[in-house]
């Protein structure tokens, strides 16, 4: 009498089973990588560090734009994620000069969040550079953060307004780094509204 062979017969289900968790890891691997490959938070040319950047046209010349953003009452008329900014040392220092420091409010009753500004540098009517420290009521915040308000001169007697955002490289750490790219997709869409809020604003003399 011939012996049958002996052995675990293979579940047809398990493999699949095991199957699943790995692919599922690879997809969220990809997604990962996916969006830190696309996040506009990157190094771009003709800047010396990783930024995240977005500008406009603006039909006014730079002089025009650049005194517009630097009185901080304007902000209510043209930011969609700011009410309002309380200068904190007008007494002695001139609004949207070197040195002015402000506090601005995402609520009317400035409860919730809120963030300071101390403005670093001013070349008027090119360049005005602000740090960006005390966040208040955001799930990541970092005292390391700067902003640019760059103005381009473009023939015609035309502006190209850039705001920039990024990390004293210096003191970042790797994990402030890593969540701007998550955070610069929202980040962009807020910059690209109030870019266009401003340029609708200074074109009509309002």
């Known amino acids: 009498m011939s012996q049958g062979k002996t052995g675990t017969s293979k579940d047809p289900a398990a493999s699949p089973r095991r199957r699943g968790p790995v692919i599922a890891i690879l997809l969220l691997w990809m997604l990962l990588a996916a969006v830190l490959l696309l996040s506009p938070y990157r190094h771009s040319?003709?800047?010396p560090v990783k930024l995240l950047a977005c500008s406009v046209e603006i039909a006014?010349?730079?002089?025009?734009?650049?005194?517009?953003?630097?009185?901080?009452?304007?902000?209510?008329?043209?930011?969609?994620?700011v009410d309002h900014i309380a200068p904190l040392n007008a007494d002695s220092v001139p609004d949207g000069s070197p040195g002015s420091r402000r506090r601005c409010f995402c609520k009317r009753d400035e409860t919730g969040r809120r963030w300071d500004e101390?403005?670093?540098?001013?070349?008027?009517?090119?360049?005005?550079r602000l740090s960006i420290y005390n966040l208040v009521g955001f799930a990541a915040a970092s005292d390391h953060l700067a902003t640019d308000q760059i103005y381009a001169s473009l023939p015609g007697g035309k502006c190209k307004l850039t705001f920039t955002v990024f990390f004293n490289q210096a003191q970042s750490?790797?994990?402030?780094?890593?969540?701007?790219?998550?955070?610069?997709?929202?980040?962009?869409?807020?910059?690209?509204?109030?870019?266009?809020?401003?340029?609708?604003?200074?074109?009509?003399?309002n």
């Open 45 to 47: 040319s003709g800047f």
């Open 173 to 205: 750490t790797w994990r402030e780094d890593f969540e701007m790219y998550f955070a610069a997709y929202p980040i962009k869409n807020i910059f690209a509204r109030n870019l266009a809020n401003i340029k609708r604003l200074v074109e009509s003399g």
């Open 60 to 81: 006014a010349p730079p002089d025009s734009v650049f005194r517009f953003l630097g009185n901080s009452g304007n902000a209510r008329r043209w930011s969609v994620f």
């Open 118 to 128: 101390s403005i670093l540098e001013v070349d008027p009517g090119k360049r005005r």
